[in-house]
């Protein structure tokens, strides 16, 4: 799976304040669906996942909302903090996928003080 | 520590030239993933590979190749370099499409490659 290579859009965020990034996903047979965090120069890290049959799973200072009807995903962090600053992926994919990802493009967020 | 681990960090060389980048996927991980990153975009999936053998390709150019070893490590060969090759080359792993519960990708630290 690969994700296009476009310009990364860039959320600002104020320190202390809630972020949300939204991707939207393509595939309706996609059973499993994953966010990662990349600072950079560094690897991509998993953040949270979700499967199909949950809506909402949270984390710490995370959550995932899926909303299998638009095909739309998004990660909530709660008072974010200057070490949220990173790329921020979404993956779908899954059995029906043969347990491949397809990326989204990214989201650059930068925390300001 | 991810798990997988990603050698060399760093790699500067001339155009032309060819180099190997090398890959131990997670303990269990029976697939390997590449991926290509250039600065300030996405991942381009290269290719995969499964037990040894190749089950995906992406965007790879024809002077780029890859391998999984008996011992389940990877290697990514990259030849005649150009000064657009340059860029971070990423290595993930996971179950791959067995039995056990898919818990998407681990990756590596990444490889630095700087073509001057």
């Known amino acids: 799976g690969e994700s296009v290579g476009l310009h990364l859009p860039t959320l600002s965020v104020q320190e202390g304040d809630n972020s949300i990034i939204n991707c939207a996903y393509s595939n309706s047979a996609s059973d499993y669906f994953i966010w990662y965090k990349q600072e950079s120069g560094k690897g991509p890290q998993f953040i949270i996942d979700?499967?199909?049959?949950?809506d909402k799973r949270q984390g710490q200072r995370v959550t995932v909302l899926l909303n299998k009807t638009v095909k739309h995903l998004s990660l909530q962090i709660a008072a974010t903090q200057p070490g949220d600053s990173a790329v921020y992926f979404c993956?779908?994919?899954?059995?029906?996928?043969?347990?491949?990802?397809?990326f989204g493009g990214g989201t650059r967020v930068l925390v300001k003080p | 520590d991810s798990g997988v681990t990603q050698t060399p960090k760093h790699l500067i060389t001339a155009t032309g030239q060819r180099v190997t980048l090398r890959c131990s996927p997670r303990?269990?991980?029976?697939?390997v993933y590449w991926y290509q990153q250039s600065l300030d975009q996405g991942l381009q999936f290269l290719i995969q590979y499964y037990n040894g053998e190749e089950r995906a390709k992406g965007n790879i150019l024809e002077r780029f190749s890859a391998q999984q070893f008996p011992d389940l490590h990877s290697e990514l060969n990259l030849s005649s370099l150009e000064l657009g090759d340059s860029a971070l080359y990423f290595c993930?792993?996971?179950?791959?499409?067995?039995?056990?519960?898919?818990?998407?990708?681990?990756f590596g630290s990444g490889t630095r490659l700087t073509v001057v």
């Open positions: 993930a792993s996971s179950v791959g499409d067995g039995p056990q519960l898919f818990y998407g990708y681990t």
């Open positions: 993956a779908e994919g899954g059995k029906a996928a043969g347990n491949k990802l397809t």
């Open positions: 979700i499967r199909s049959n949950m």
């Open positions: 303990s269990g991980d029976l697939s």
